[in-house]
């Protein structure tokens, strides 16, 4: 299929604001669309002109596919009219309450974006947070996007996020992907992550607590973790105690400590509240 005289016949002009750079590689799209390895039901966010959408509705059962620019409604009616398995809604897939889509997959399902840089940490977090029925998400994001979220504790690219997704999730980078793979070519290089639902990976006894420590505690990445414990409402004597009943020496800082770490540093901080 020749996407480009598709998206050249109906006129259609790229529209920076939403991040518009499509993948038009067959081999690419294909990888994308094997990693995820849904049969079944997949959630695809960005259908941009269909390319990865075809990808997934050859192999899985269902897509349901969100697109916000209405521009693109007259070529996905093209790229997407053999594809019966593909239900398109055209809108913010932020604007759907992650329940609704829920209604629609009917079970368990999988997400597959290539998505914009300002997308990318919401969507995330709300499949994570509010998603009941969700196994994976198969995610093309930003190279530097990619290394925080699978970074490893005391490295630069760990921080907060990368602690609230692998307290429930297993992440892994799937492939690398050079700017030159888009189209247009956006400025930065990609990467394709998968990340694996694990609900039961810790016992996190209050995921409010959790979240608060894990941003306290990587919110003045200069300030060692009891200065940082502060914010929660220990003075600074009652925060060092916290982290030696945690095991943590008292000039520790919030980047040194695993994710299990930080799962017992918050159940101690909410013993001690
Ligand atoms: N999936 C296509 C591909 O791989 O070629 C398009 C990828 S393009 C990087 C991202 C797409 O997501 C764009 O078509 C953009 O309009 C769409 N998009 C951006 N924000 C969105 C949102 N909040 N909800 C739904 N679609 C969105």
Redesign the pocket.
């Given at each position: 299929m020749d996407v480009k005289t598709i998206l050249k016949e109906k006129a259609f002009r790229f529209?920076r604001q939403?991040?518009?750079?499509?993948?038009l590689d067959e081999d690419v799209l294909d990888g994308i669309a094997e990693a995820s390895g849904e049969k079944g039901t997949v959630v695809e966010?960005?259908?941009?002109?269909g390319?990865?959408t075809r990808a997934l509705s050859a192999r899985a059962k269902k897509v349901i596919a969100?697109?916000?620019?209405k521009n693109?409604k007259k070529v996905l009616d093209v790229t997407l009219k053999d594809r019966h398995n593909v239900t398109l809604i055209m809108g913010?897939?932020?604007k759907y309450p992650v329940s609704e889509i829920e209604k629609l997959c009917g079970g368990e399902y999988s997400v597959v974006a290539?998505?914009?840089y300002y997308?990318t940490t919401p969507l995330i977090m709300n499949f994570l947070e509010q998603g009941k029925q969700v196994k994976s998400l198969t995610l093309t994001v930003q190279k530097e996007v990619a290394e925080r979220l699978c970074a490893k504790e005391a490295s630069k690219q760990y921080g907060a996020i990368t602690v609230a997704v692998n307290a429930v999730a297993d992440t892994e980078i799937v492939r690398l992907l050079p700017k030159e793979a888009f189209y247009p070519s956006p400025e930065v290089d990609s990467a394709v992550i998968r990340i694996t639902l694990r609900r039961d990976k810790y016992d996190v006894a209050d995921r409010d607590t959790f979240r608060r420590t894990v941003k306290a505690a990587f919110a003045m990445r200069r300030k060692t973790l009891a200065n940082n414990l502060c914010a929660l409402g220990f003075d600074k004597k009652q925060a060092e105690e916290v982290l030696s009943q945690a095991g943590l020496p008292a000039g520790c800082r919030g980047e040194q400590l695993s994710v299990e770490q930080f799962v017992n540093l918050s159940r101690i901080v909410g013993e001690n509240l």
């Open positions: 529209n939403f991040g518009q750079n499509f993948l966010v960005g259908a941009g002109a390319t990865l969100f697109e916000i620019d693109l913010d897939v932020m290539n998505i914009p997308v």
